[in-house]
């Protein structure tokens, strides 16, 4: 749902919302989490060893404890479990490009009013630099690391043996959809920063050695081969509808005969396009970030689909919790049936839980 905002107690709210994610945002560019560490920390102690004032940090410390993410008994504070991994720069499970990525959108959105008035992006002139898609490849990964898996296990692709991950960035789903099927090989298809890191991953995984890599412009080059599926997860949103429509036509070329498209992203709903507030919100990343890109709703991604000449379109439902986008897939299929692949529908749709469109 998105919330309503009626009254003027409600603006406010929604206004002075900004106090928390400021804290957090602090919080993470002080290093809190790793400066705390796995010790136990006194706020006189912690101040000197972080060369913070005593009362800052006591103020910031007892605003991360009511949120849960530090622990606090009398005098004393520690990590929370998120804080002594994911937030811990010294923890393998450190997420810092995703959260450098995140936290780097404050001074973005700040400026907003500049990309409301020309419409365009806040870096339009700058072209794709390498470090920056590296950086940003990263950050994907660290965003998806626990989602993809859980998609991986919702969808049913047995019988298929190809798979295409295009703009699949790292390759995280790509590597979650090998590891949950064994007979599958997959090809990620991205530009060659971004390749670079999906192969550094892939070689930490035994799956791995199933995973290829396709260097090329997915907007304007023809995609070479064919495959039972290909994964178009989270580019949708960064282009216009005319664009998208010309990937379509592209990757419907691309498919084997009763091949499977499969579109996760931030999909509208609603009669007027409204909900939810994540979808929703997410346009205004799209502003600022990218020089024609939008959220969509499902129904008019389907009906560029069926002008493309897509078949059997429908959204396909992943579990509350274990999906990326609320009702964020959109399956489509290619005429023909492939004999490799054959449509079971009663199965498949038990597993994804496959509902017409709204
Ligand atoms: C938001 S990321 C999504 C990554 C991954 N599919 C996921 O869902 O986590 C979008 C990806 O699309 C790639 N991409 C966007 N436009 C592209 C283009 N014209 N050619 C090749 N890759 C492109 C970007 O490099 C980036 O890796």
């Given at each position: 749902?998105?919330?309503?905002?009626?009254?003027?107690?409600?603006l406010?709210?929604?206004?002075?919302?900004?106090?928390?994610?400021?804290?957090?945002?602090?919080?993470?560019?002080?290093?809190?989490?790793?400066?705390?560490?796995?010790?136990?920390?006194?706020i006189s102690?912690?101040?000197?060893a972080?060369?913070v004032?005593?009362r800052?940090?006591?103020?910031?410390?007892?605003?991360?404890?009511m949120?849960?993410?530090?622990?606090?008994k009398?005098?004393?504070?520690?990590?929370?479990?998120?804080?002594?991994?994911?937030?811990?720069?010294q923890?393998?499970?450190?997420?810092?490009?995703?959260?450098?990525?995140?936290?780097?959108?404050?001074?973005?959105?700040?400026?907003?009013?500049?990309s409301?008035?020309?419409?365009?992006p806040?870096?339009?002139?700058?072209p794709?630099d390498?470090?920056?898609r590296?950086?940003?490849?990263?950050?994907m990964?660290?965003?998806?690391?626990?989602?993809?898996?859980?998609?991986?296990?919702?969808?049913?692709?047995?019988?298929?043996?190809?798979?295409?991950?295009?703009?699949?960035?790292?390759?995280t789903?790509?590597?979650?959809?090998?590891?949950?099927?064994p007979?599958?090989?997959?090809t990620?298809?991205?530009r060659?920063?971004?390749?670079?890191?999906?192969?550094?991953?892939?070689?930490?995984?035994?799956?791995?050695?199933?995973?290829?890599?396709?260097?090329l412009?997915?907007?304007?080059?023809?995609?070479?081969?064919?495959?039972?599926v290909?994964?178009?997860?989270n580019?949708?949103?960064?282009?216009s509808?005319?664009?998208?429509?010309s990937?379509?036509?592209?990757?419907l070329?691309?498919?084997?005969?009763?091949?499977?498209?499969l579109?996760?992203?931030a999909?509208?709903?609603?009669?007027e396009?409204?909900?939810p507030?994540?979808?929703?919100?997410?346009?205004?990343?799209?502003?600022l970030?990218?020089?024609?890109?939008n959220?969509?709703?499902a129904?008019?991604?389907?009906?560029?689909?069926?002008?493309?000449?897509?078949?059997r379109?429908?959204?396909?439902r992943?579990?509350?919790?274990?999906?990326?986008?609320?009702?964020?897939i959109?399956?489509a299929?290619s005429?023909?049936?492939?004999?490799?692949?054959?449509?079971?529908?009663?199965?498949a749709?038990k597993?994804?839980?496959?509902?017409?469109?709204?």
């Amino acid at each position: 749902m998105s919330r309503r905002i009626v009254t003027f107690d409600d603006l406010r709210n929604a206004i002075t919302a900004y106090r928390l994610p400021r804290v957090l945002i602090a919080s993470l560019e002080l290093n809190i989490f790793t400066a705390i560490g796995t010790d136990i920390w006194t706020i006189s102690g912690l101040a000197r060893a972080m060369k913070v004032s005593e009362r800052g940090l006591a103020i910031l410390c007892r605003n991360l404890a009511m949120a849960g993410l530090l622990k606090k008994k009398g005098e004393a504070y520690r990590n929370s479990r998120l804080g002594a991994t994911a937030l811990n720069a010294q923890h393998p499970a450190y997420r810092g490009d995703y959260l450098r990525l995140i936290t780097s959108h404050w001074a973005d959105w700040g400026r907003l009013l500049e990309s409301v008035k020309t419409g365009l992006p806040l870096d339009h002139d700058e072209p794709d630099d390498p470090d920056y898609r590296r950086r940003f490849t990263w950050a994907m990964h660290h965003r998806t690391l626990e989602t993809a898996p859980k998609i991986a296990a919702q969808i049913n692709l047995r019988g298929a043996r190809t798979l295409l991950d295009l703009g699949g960035g790292p390759g995280t789903y790509a590597m979650a959809f090998l590891a949950k099927n064994p007979r599958l090989r997959a090809t990620v298809c991205d530009r060659p920063a971004a390749l670079a890191v999906a192969e550094e991953i892939a070689a930490t995984h035994k799956a791995g050695s199933r995973l290829s890599y396709l260097p090329l412009d997915l907007l304007t080059e023809v995609i070479p081969g064919t495959y039972d599926v290909i994964w178009y997860s989270n580019v949708l949103h960064i282009y216009s509808p005319k664009e998208n429509q010309s990937v379509f036509r592209r990757a419907l070329a691309a498919l084997n005969p009763g091949g499977r498209l499969l579109i996760q992203d931030a999909f509208l709903y609603g009669r007027e396009g409204l909900c939810p507030e994540e979808a929703s919100l997410f346009a205004v990343s799209m502003l600022l970030f990218t020089e024609r890109g939008n959220t969509y709703s499902a129904a008019e991604t389907k009906a560029w689909l069926t002008d493309a000449g897509f078949e059997r379109i429908k959204v396909v439902r992943m579990k509350k919790g274990m999906e990326d986008w609320e009702d964020g897939i959109l399956e489509a299929r290619s005429s023909g049936t492939n004999a490799k692949m054959p449509v079971r529908r009663i199965s498949a749709a038990k597993s994804s839980g496959a509902r017409s469109l709204r």
